[in-house]
């Protein structure tokens, strides 16, 4: 399989030569939660377990609570682009950004 150049340098990148921090923003978290909560609801497979028994989804709110909980273990496959303003672009993995600033987003 081909990968982009620009994909490849971002698997080969080091993140402690990064210039941004490694919080996730407000606006980061809502794009990452709606994207995987419209993922979801088009039918793709949790990457977390749900008790199939117990847990019926009848809404798009507990779509949305799978989906957190996702980002909460760190389960998600996406990307974060970050265009800065001096030009550069650095893409980080959710699983490396601190979640500390969104914590009160991700209440049930």
């Not at 008790?51 to 760190?74: C, H, S, V, W």
Request: with cysteine; hydrophobic share 35%.
């Amino acid at each position: 399989m081909n990968i982009p150049d620009e994909l490849q340098k971002v698997r080969d990148s080091d993140i402690s030569t990064y210039r941004s921090r490694s919080l996730m923003t407000k606006y980061e978290f809502d794009q990452i939660i709606s994207l995987r909560t419209t993922h979801l609801c088009r039918g793709a497979i949790p990457f977390v377990n749900i008790p199939e028994n117990d847990f019926k989804i009848e809404t798009n709110m507990q779509l949305r609570k799978i989906a957190l909980l996702e980002l909460y273990e760190g389960k998600l496959p996406y990307m974060i682009k970050r265009v800065m303003p001096y030009g550069k672009t650095e893409y980080w993995k959710i699983k490396d950004l601190d979640l500390s600033s969104v914590r009160n987003l991700m209440r049930n």
